[in-house]
């Protein structure tokens, strides 16, 4: 019965996880009815064709869910009724920005919305973190590992966890993700492609700091969209295999694709889809750009970003879409994430659909550029 299906607040859900998990639910019918939350207007939110009747004006609230004052227009329903689940997709995704910025984002968000479940009894509460919280280790990093976060993201991620954690009554799960990629997305896969595409028309090789063994995991947006929705199924159901003795009182999930995926790897599918050759700098030259990281990232932006302009120009792209070669610093870390996804699999049943990166997925996601008219 239509009845009993769950109703879903997705805070966030313009996002690039948010439009996807609200697709993902609509196109399935799992929910009684279904609420995105965002600051962000979806006439502005970069939104392909396919995420119109899930991300349509009926089920659409703008709102800043970090302003007190907006959180019981968001959570109020009909009759005084309450959202069973809550998942809390927001927060501020671009890296080096002011602590602030990510202290009211991020921090702040989280702590809101989590307080505001919490007393409206929400059955099921998704926090998404990072798997940037972990400390890096030889080994993947398994949800009870130390952390160490060493991206300002994770930072603000990490203190979101242990703050919603003491929340009285909060139904909550920590979701830590790794790199996500898939059809429009305009992070880490994106910025890669895009200077694959600048060093292919200048008929450069490619250089990439650092080792091709620096491990750089990844998830496939389908599959963690999929994850993030058995999660929620699960904690409803009543946490079967959840040892609270031995994983402790919030259950605390890694979704990671098994394909153990570095720098390497992905160095080689982008040098087999654009024809270009690659290497990786060594240790000397790594070394110097460790110490130099502010000018050696400044060098390349102003290496790639006038070539990146002419492209789109000669494209005829006038209107450009959310992508660019531009280099975060932060991104540029010699820091392992490395993530073990085994508790997911054992505890909640889950199975990966798209558990490698493949060349194959990194064309699709080249293809829906092009479908955006975003790609030169």
Partial sequence: MASEKPSVLIIGGLGYIGRFLAKYIHDNELASELRLVDKVLPQLAWLAPEFE????AANFMQADASKEQALARIFDRAEGKKWD??????????Y?????????????LSLAVGAEAAKRGVKCFVELSTGMVYKPNSSPSKEGDKLKPWSK??????????ELAKIDGLNLVIVRLPHVYGPYASQWVATALCLARVYQSLDEEMKWLWTKDLRTNTAHIDDVTRALWAV?????????????KA??????FNVVDKGITTQGTIASIIG???GIKWEFQGQ??????????DSVVDDVNDDVLGPWADLLSEAGITRPGPLTPFMEKELLKDTDLSMDGSRLETVVGFEYKKPVITKDLVTDVIESYKKMKWWP
């Avoid at 080096?96 to 702040?108: A, F, I, N, P, T």
């Fill in 284 to 293: 000397l030259l790594s070394n110097f750009a460790r110490l130099n990281m």
């Fill in 85 to 94: 689940y809550v998942f809390n997709c927001g927060g501020e995704t671009r």
């Fill in 232 to 244: 929620a199924s699960w904690y409803d159901s009543g946490k079967a295999n959840w040892d609270t």
């Fill in 96 to 108: 080096s920005q002011e602590d602030e910025v990510y202290k009211v984002r991020s921090l702040g």
């Fill in 153 to 162: 993201i994770a930072t603000y991620k990490a203190q979101a966890e242990e």
């Fill in 247 to 252: 994983m402790g009182k919030v259950p605390i």
């Fill in 272 to 274: 087999e889809v654009f």
């Fill in 53 to 56: 009747n899930a991300c349509s």
